[in-house]
Each structure stands twice: as structure tokens, then as C-alpha cells.
């Protein structure tokens, strides 16, 4: 059915007269010393220009994302080249920065337009039912690195915010469709005015992934649909401005032989912000999150969220403050599934916190930074987290930055409720006095524009970790979950931007990791379900966007990634691209393919137990028109 709707759509479409915006010439248009001043957020959670910032940070641009045909967060991100992103099955994924990766990777901090999509059930994000309106999506700002003094526990790796356009600048609609031979999706929206100073943006879309297979060819059933629809409103006042937006979700995979993993969920969120002087501001943001998740081989989990958070932003001399304050309370409830059970079935779930940041210019060129949040949990307590950050900016405008900083991953259910398998005897039984896994991190940065044309990136980083997940051996037989693992993790990240010509973009990344991990005698990974810090040593990436003549752009990416150590998954070498024609202003007409190098490779060994899915070459056709 799905396809006929986009056979409709296309037809329609190519009819149809309507006026719009390039979105190549969007991007291409700017400078690289304009992208630049583009405002991030999520280095210290208020507006502070790219080319200023004293982090590792790098920003995913929503043009680039469709002019590459992408369709879901996780390719996505495999645009910035200090993330790994490694697919699982057919929606499934696994995304880290600076390593430990598994997947269940839960050192990683995700919001979306300052919503946190992490789940408490194991600390980790959810990838394959986390979407968005792709056409609605301004930037993605990636950190590589830790952000817990601003974003608390969990930010210990890395943040990424995904950054929704400000829906006065989306007024109009939109329809857009692709299929090829990993599945097909609808995606539509549109945009009214609502009153003088408003306005309120609706969207709708469907995906159906199709299933993988193994390396020898078997089936896996692993299909994935997903219904989304959501809505965004914002509005001002004088000073003031309200933005309410919220989505509902419905996904279902494929049958099985003990049933169909299924999940639904909404979210709601409310944000206010008052701006009392040029320089400050109060923000005041409260959200409600469910979602229900049924898997019959591990759990079936309701996960109901409120959270109030309230930020104050000033300037006073040479301090720029920020501070604030927040609760968050979830409850989660779950019956067992075939293969696990949380104990106990219900619990209630608690975090407050409290932080402030103090960026002081010392002299015209020389800034520090200062901040400390202290976190509060009902497993572990108060959590003190600080970070010192300095940055210096040379007379070329080029920025040299250092920091140094604490972070932390508090328990998660997974690490104290979490029993394996469902009925005694159990294997793996969770930790009652699991405590956080702890990282003393120190990084160094350097940023600069030495050519018009060029930009360029460079970040070395050293990472302790202590109180790592592990297991100990249990009188009763099996094991318990405890801190039974130290970590070091250390190596370089960096990238470069390139404008050939007015119409030519190049862009490149490298990122080296080496990792060393040992368990305490007595300990053992028996617990982890699978090894934290299975990355490879290598990676690499190269794109390139070109606008050829008035109607057509072609872009490429290309993507090195080495082997991964235990379990051994092989290396791989890989070529994605797309080509454009746009012969009006309001439709667009692309072709593309994916993985063209090689018939098949596997990214990752799942955590549960399944057949490996592999992965190989692939094409799609897409169309959008927007009026």
C-alpha cells in the first residue's frame, strides 16, 4: 500500500508547480567563516559561536543530511567523523564516541530540541524507534567528549543535540517519499501562521525497513514499521517566547516464533524563555515522555517521564554565568519476558540536579571555564561533577583550547534489577550496590580557518575509567553485577572542510582510538552481555557535495572502518551517493545507492544472542515537493 501512496505522490508531484529552496544552495551560499558563527548549545547550554567553542564539536548541517538521501538519526550521524555508528539489523544501531562501545552503548547523552531520548531502563538510547521529521531538522550538534558538568550523568563520552528548525522559517508544506531494496517510507508536513507573532508546524511519516539476512544468505526477521506523527508550535511576546512541541509513535517488527517486539510511546515538552537583557535570559523547560516496549524474548517495559528544569543565563564584567536547577521522576513498570525479568517488576525512580558554569575572559584572548553540577540519584546519591576548560585565541583567529574534566554513568536498571534468565537459576542477577562508572577525562583542541577555503580540526584526548561493569562470581552459582573493570582509552580525532569552488564541497575526518581494559581479580565480563570497547583502532571519512549547473548535484561519502577486536568483526570499506535534479524550485526528483563497494559486511555482533545481519549494496529513488 505504502508504495502505491508513493507511486501517488510521485506522479502528483511531477505535475505540480510550486516554489521552494534549494537546499544545496542553502548550504553552499555560506561561507566556511559563516558556518562558523553558527550558534551551538551543547558544549555549556547556551549560545556560543562553532568557531569559539573550547570542544571537540562537530555540526551536522540538515542540508547536508538530505542532500545525501538519508533517512533515519543513526545514518545520519554517520556524517560527523568523531562518532562510530555501526548497524545492528534492519533498524537497529549502535552509536559511540572515544569507544566502549557495545551494542548497548550507554556513555552517551542524546537530546532532541533538549528533550533526553535515553532510556533509564539501561542508560542507552533506543535507536531503531528514536525519529524525526528529517525535512525538519536544522542541525546536529556532536560532542566527542564528556558534558556531564553541564548535562549531568550518563554525558560521559559524548552529547548529541538534534536542533529542530524554528518553525516561523518552515511556513509552507511538504511531501516526500523514497523506496529501494531496504524499504520504502512517506513523509509529509506543514507549516500555518497562528496569530501576528506564531506559528505551528505538523508532520507525519511512515517507515518500513525490510529484513536482513546472514552472511550465508538465511532470512532474519527483523522488518521494522514505524508510524510518527508530531507537531511544533512557537510563539512570541515581546521579550518572551513559548514553543510547545510533542510526537506520538507507533513501531512493530517483524513476527517471530515468540512474538513481535512492538513499542509505542508520546512525549510532550513546554519550553518558556524570557530574555531580561541583551546578555540574559531565563529558560524554563518541563517534559512528559511514555513509552511501552514490548519485547517477548527480553522484557516487556512501560517507561512513564516528567521532568522541570529551569536555566538562568547573565553577563556581568567579564563573567558570563549560567546556572540551574532540575527534577526529574520516572516510574517504570515490566512483566518478564522468555529470556530475562527486572526485579522488582515496578520502580519508582528519582534525579535532581544543580550546576553552574562560569565563563570568565581573563584577557581579550584568553578564556577559562568553570563548572560543577551536582547529581542526584536513588541508587548512588549525590554525584559531584566539574570541569575546567581554557581556550586562547591567536590573532589569525585560530582557537587553541585544554580541558580537563569528571563524568560519570549512573546505575541504570539493567545494572542493579536486571535478571538472567527469567526463572532461578539465574546466570546474571543484578548488583544492589552497583555503583556509577566513573571517567577522569583531559583533552586538547586546536581550530582554526587558515585559507578561505579551508577549515580545519584537530582534538587529542585521554580517558581513566574506574568502576567499569563487570561480574563476580555468586554463592548461590552465576554471577552478580559489580564494579569489577578499569579502562584507559586514548587517541586523536580530526577533520577538515574544503570549498573547492562556489559550487564544490569536500569535507574529511580521521579518528585513531586505543583502549586498554582489565578486570579486578575475581572479575570477570560474564555480566556485561557483551564486551564494552569493541571500536576500532581506525576510521575514516571523505564526502563531497557538487552543484552541477542550475538543476543537478551529485554527493558522495565514503567511509573507512577497521576491524573490530571481540568479538571479531572484519574491517570494511564502503561508498554511498546520490544525484539530484531539481528542475523547478518545488521538486526534487534523487537516485541513489548504498554500500556500492562489496555484496555484504557486518558492522557489529548483536548483544542478545541473534544472527549477525550483514549489510550490502543497495538503491533507492526519492522524490519531495514543497509549496
Known amino acids: 500500500m505504502l508504495g502505491s501512496v508513493f507511486l501517488g505522490v510521485a506522479l502528483a508531484v511531477g505535475a505540480t508547480a510550486a516554489t521552494g529552496t534549494d537546499p544545496a544552495d542553502a548550504l553552499l551560499g555560506l561561507s566556511l567563516e559563516q558556518l562558523g558563527q553558527v550558534e551551538v548549545t551543547a558544549t555549556s547550554r547556551r549560545a556560543s559561536r562553532l568557531a569559539d567553542t573550547p570542544a571537540s564539536i562537530y555540526v551536522i548541517h540538515g542540508e547536508q543530511i538530505r542532500a545525501f538521501g538519508i533517512r533515519t538519526l543513526p545514518e545520519a550521524l554517520r556524517l560527523a567523523p568523531n562518532l562510530h555508528v555501526a548497524q545492528i539489523n534492519a533498524a537497529g544501531y549502535a552509536v559511540t564516541a572515544r569507544g566502549m562501545k557495545t551494542s548497548l552503548s550507554n556513555k552517551m547523552l542524546v537530546l532532541v530540541d533538549g528533550r533526553p531520548i535515553y532510556t533509564p531502563l539501561f542508560a542507552g538510547v533506543l535507536w531503531d524507534m528514536q525519529d524525526v521529521a528529517i525535512a525538519d531538522i536544522d542541525r546536529i550538534e556532536v560532542v566527542s567528549g564528556p558534558g556531564a558538568a553541564a548535562w549531568g550523568a550518563n554525558a560521559v563520552n559524548g552529547v548529541i543535540n538534534i536542533v529542530t528548525r524554528p518553525v516561523r522559517e518552515s511556513l509552507g508544506g511538504y511531501v516526500a517519499g523514497w523506496a529501494g531494496d531496504e524499504g520504502r517510507g512517506i513523509e509529509a508536513g506543514h507549516t500555518v501562521r497562528a496569530g501576528a507573532e506564531g506559528a505551528v508546524r505538523l508532520y507525519g511519516k511512515r517507515r518500513e525497513m525490510d ?322 570497547g569493541n571500536d576500532p583502532e581506525h576510521q575514516a571519512i571523505l564526502r563531497m557535495t557538487r552543484r552541477m549547473g542550475a538543476h543537478h548535484q551529485l554527493s558522495a561519502f565514503a567511509r573507512h572502518v577497521s576491524a573490530l577486536p571481540a568479538p571479531r568483526v572484519p574491517g570494511y570499506v564502503q561508498l554511498d551517493a546520490r544525484w539530484s535534479y531539481r528542475p523547478t524550485d518545488g521538486f526534487e526528483l534523487g537516485v541513489g545507492a548504498r554500500n556500492l563497494l562489496d555484496e555484504q559486511h557486518a558492522e557489529i555482533e548483536p548483544a542478545n544472542g541473534l544472527a549477525q545481519s550483514v549489510f550490502g549494496r543497495s538503491a533507492f529513488v526519492d522524490v519531495r515537493m514543497d509549496w
Open 211 to 532: 529484513a536482513t539476512s546472514t552472511a550465508s544468505g538465511q532470512p532474519i526477521a527483523d522488518t521494522w514499521a514505524q508510524d510518527q506523527a508530531g507537531f511544533r508550535g512557537d510563539w512570541a511576546a515581546g521579550d518572551s517566547e513559548l514553543r510547545v512541541q510533542g510526537d506520538v509513535f507507533r513501531a512493530r517488527a517483524a513476527e517471530r516464533a515468540f512474538g513481535a517486539l512492538r513499542a509505542e510511546g508520546h512525549n510532550l515538552t513546554v519550553r518558556w524563555t524570557h530574555r531580561t537583557a541583551p546578555e540574559a535570559q531565563w529558560l524554563v523547560q518541563g517534559y512528559v515522555d511514555q513509552v511501552h516496549r514490548t519485547d517477548p524474548l527480553v522484557i516487556d517495559d512501560r517507561m512513564r517521564i516528567a521532568s522541570l528544569e529551569a536555566v538562568r543565563t547573565l553577563q556581568t564584567g567579564a563573567h558570563r554565568l549560567t546556572w540551574g536547577a532540575g527534577y526529574r521522576h520516572a516510574r517504570d513498570e515490566s512483566s518478564r519476558g522468555l529470556l530475562a525479568r527486572l526485579q522488582p517488576d515496578r520502580r519508582d525512580l528519582a534525579w535532581a540536579h544543580l550546576f553552574v558554569q562560569d565563563e570568565i575572559a581573563l584577557t581579550p584572548r584568553l578564556v577559562t571555564q568553570l563548572g560543577v553540577r551536582l547529581d542526584s540519584n536513588v541508587y548512588t546519591g549525590v554525584e559531584v561533577l566539574p570541569t575546567l576548560r581554557l581556550a586562547y585565541t591567536s590573532d589569525a583567529g585560530s582557537l587553541m583550547w585544554a580541558a580537563a574534566s569528571r563524568a560519570v554513568r549512573s546505575p541504570s536498571r539493567f545494572d542493579r534489577d536486571f535478571f538472567f534468565p527469567a526463572t532461578e537459576p539465574y546466570f546474571i542477577r543484578g548488583g544492589p550496590d552497583f555503583r556509577s562508572e566513573t571517567a577522569q577525562v583531559v583533552e586538547l583542541g586546536y581550530r582554526a580557518q587558515p585559507f578561505d577555503w579551508l577549515s580545519v580540526s584537530f582534538a587529542g584526548f585521554h580517558h581513566w575509567y574506574d568502576y567499569l561493569r563487570g561480574g563476580r562470581p555468586a554463592p548461590e552459582g552465576g554471577v552478580n553485577v559489580s564494579n569489577g573493570a578499569t579502562a584507559r582509552t586514548w587517541g586523536g580525532e580530526a577533520w577538515a572542510t574544503a570549498r573547492i569552488t562556489s559550487t564544490w564541497e569536500v569535507a574529511a575526518g580521521v579518528l585513531e582510538l586505543r583502549q586498554h581494559r582489565q578486570y579486578r581479580p575475581g572479575f570477570s565480563g560474564a555480566a556485561t552481555l557483551t564486551d564494552q
